[in-house]
C-alpha cells in the first residue's frame, strides 16, 4: 500500500514540486483489505504518520474483513476515517470537502447526511 519510494517522491523531494512547509495529507479509498504487501500495510502507515502526514481513508461498500486494517491506517476514527456504502455515498462526501480558498467545512456535521455513511464512531 504505502512504498517508501513513492513517499520520498511525493514529500520530500524538491524536484517535485513539494513544498516543505505544507501540510501532508494522504487520500485512501478503498474497498477493503489491502492485496499486496498486506504484513507491510500498517507498519508502513504508522511511519508515514510519524513524519507528520494525515491518513484519510474512505471504505467505500459494505465489507468488514479489512475494517481493522483501515482504522489503523487512517490518522484519526473521529475525523480521518469514513465509510459510505457505494460510490453515490463517496460523491457525497467529496461534494463536502472545503475548496481550498473557501470556508471550511466540517465534515462531521454536514447538517446532513452522507448519502449512503458517515464517519466512524
Do not use: C, W
Amino acid at each position: 500500500m504505502f512504498s517508501e519510494f513513492i513517499f520520498h517522491q511525493l514529500y520530500t523531494n524538491l524536484s517535485s514540486g513539494v513544498r516543505l512547509a505544507s501540510f501532508k495529507r494522504i487520500l485512501i479509498v478503498t474497498d477493503g483489505q489491502s492485496n499486496i504487501n498486506r504484513s507491510l500495510t500498517i507498519e508502513n502507515a504508522f511511519r508515514v504518520k510519524q513524519l507528520g502526514v494525515q491518513i484519510f481513508v474512505v471504505a467505500v461498500g459494505e465489507y468488514l474483513d479489512g475494517l481493522q486494517e483501515l482504522v489503523a491506517m487512517a490518522s484519526t476514527t473521529y475525523a480521518h476515517m469514513y465509510r459510505v456504502s457505494d460510490l453515490q455515498g463517496f460523491a457525497e462526501l467529496v461534494k463536502l470537502i472545503p475548496p481550498s480558498d473557501g470556508p471550511a467545512t466540517d465534515l462531521l456535521n454536514p447538517g446532513g447526511g452522507l448519502g449512503g455513511g458517515g464517519p466512524m464512531p
